[in-house]
């Protein structure tokens, strides 16, 4: 595995940041990316280079007519949510705080179990982009979530969670992080009893008070723009969004595959078909049941294509996604290694059933 740090790319605009913490948590390679454009070349030799299975990939949404460029990277796509970011400067002091029985203090790495209740009892249905792609799984989401929020326990400078009490019982918190003069609200979080109470807006007006004393300037917040909730408080509190990004993902799946991956030394046919005939001929000789209900999805040929009667070699691979994504990847690969054909194929029902 590439070690967290190393970026993968092509072009000034574009790279490819594996991200350990979610490969470890999705069992996937998993790529970050933020783009200033599409670039669908460049994006695919990334890929192809960390041999990814996911990229997450944020785009400004300025930038949304660019998406339609995507369709000829060859592989799935999933436009995921979009983010927006709000910004208030810190020089008008925050309102005081309605619920004055609320107890708000800086969590400590003891408060780990506290942390997980409160995520687990306030997000488990929350949609964001790692919902919308359903390659993963949404038990992995959770508990990202619950990973996300204990790392800002510790007591390192830049991040601290805040754990509101009412009467000694937990009822909501809050994490940010601190970069020079901008606080970053990152995850904040009521109980559901709790809704209603104004117990959020609390929570807002006391970490900007809070970067305040921190001699920090301005107070960064983003959420997903179907979130109407939090930005109607936002905007009563002062916050103007200044930006907002697509978020899509790229389901490459060039790493997962369970053990029965098959590959087969063939010459190149003739005419555009003559993988998905030696795909489902290879196939026939694995498994009659997958052979029938495979549709193809996605294909991208090198330019130029493999010459008709030149050696190849196909592999074709079963990605471990719980059956939710892509039933088959297909690459076929030259003498010398080098990636002339990738297909993808989507399973038109379950093996053993006829196609709806």
């Known amino acids: 595995m590439l070690p967290p740090a190393e970026a993968l790319g092509s072009g000034q605009d574009m790279e490819l940041v594996y991200s350990d913490v979610e490969s470890r948590r999705f069992g996937l390679r998993v790529f970050r990316a933020t783009?200033?454009?599409?670039?669908?070349?460049?994006?695919?030799?990334?890929?192809?280079?960390g041999r990814a299975d996911v990229a997450i990939c944020r785009l400004p949404a300025a930038?949304?007519?660019?998406?339609?460029?995507?369709a000829t990277l060859g592989m799935p796509v999933v436009v995921a949510d979009t983010l927006v970011h709000y910004f208030r400067e810190l020089a008008r002091a925050p309102g005081p705080l309605r619920?004055?029985?609320?107890?708000?203090?800086?969590?400590?790495?003891?408060?780990?179990?506290?942390?997980?209740?409160?995520?687990?009892?306030?997000?488990p249905g929350y949609v964001n982009h790692y919902a919308s792609n359903r390659v993963l799984d949404r038990r992995d989401i959770l508990e990202g979530y619950v990973e996300w929020a204990s790392g800002y326990l510790g007591g390192a400078p830049e991040k601290r969670v805040w754990i509101a009490r009412r009467a000694g019982e937990p009822v909501a918190l809050a994490t940010c992080r601190y970069e020079g003069e901008t606080a970053e609200g990152v995850l904040f979080g009521v109980l559901p009893r709790e809704s209603g109470k104004g117990v959020y807006?609390?929570?807002?007006?006391?970490?900007?008070?809070?970067?305040?004393?921190?001699?920090?300037?301005?107070?960064?917040?983003?959420?997903?723009?179907?979130?109407?909730?939090?930005?109607?408080?936002?905007?009563?509190?002062?916050?103007?969004?200044?930006?907002?990004?697509?978020?899509?993902?790229?389901?490459?799946?060039?790493?997962?595959?369970?053990?029965?991956?098959?590959?087969?030394?063939?010459?190149?046919?003739?005419?555009?078909?003559?993988?998905?005939?030696?795909?489902?001929?290879?196939?026939?000789?694995?498994s009659r049941?997958?052979?029938?209900?495979?549709?193809?999805?996605?294909?991208?040929?090198?330019?130029?294509?493999?010459?008709?009667?030149?050696?190849?070699?196909?592999?074709?691979?079963?990605?471990?996604?719980?059956?939710?994504?892509?039933?088959v990847v297909a690459q076929v690969t030259d003498?010398?290694?080098?990636?002339?054909?990738l297909a993808y194929y989507q399973a038109a029902g379950e093996p053993g059933e006829p196609d709806r």
Not at 63 to 70: D, K, V
Not at 335 to 341: C, E, F, Y
């Open 35 to 49: 783009l200033e454009d599409v670039d669908a070349d460049g994006l695919r030799t990334a890929l192809l280079e």
């Open 335 to 341: 003498r010398v290694g080098a990636l002339r054909h």
């Open 63 to 70: 930038r949304l007519c660019r998406l339609a460029e995507l």
């Open 201 to 286: 807006r609390d929570l807002i007006r006391f970490t900007m008070g809070d970067a305040a004393r921190r001699r920090c300037t301005r107070m960064h917040v983003s959420t997903q723009v179907h979130n109407f909730a939090v930005q109607k408080v936002w905007a009563e509190e002062g916050f103007v969004m200044r930006s907002a990004q697509v978020t899509f993902h790229v389901n490459a799946l060039l790493d997962s595959s369970s053990p029965e991956a098959v590959t087969a030394d063939l010459e190149a046919g003739d005419g555009p078909g003559w993988v998905d005939r030696e795909v489902r001929c290879l196939l026939g000789g694995v």
């Open 99 to 123: 619920n004055t029985d609320l107890d708000l203090a800086e969590g400590s790495e003891s408060d780990d179990g506290v942390v997980r209740f409160l995520v687990e009892q306030t997000f």
């Open 289 to 327: 049941d997958r052979l029938q209900w495979l549709v193809g999805v996605r294909q991208w040929s090198a330019t130029p294509a493999p010459d008709a009667g030149e050696p190849c070699r196909l592999r074709v691979a079963f990605p471990v996604t719980r059956g939710l994504g892509p039933a």
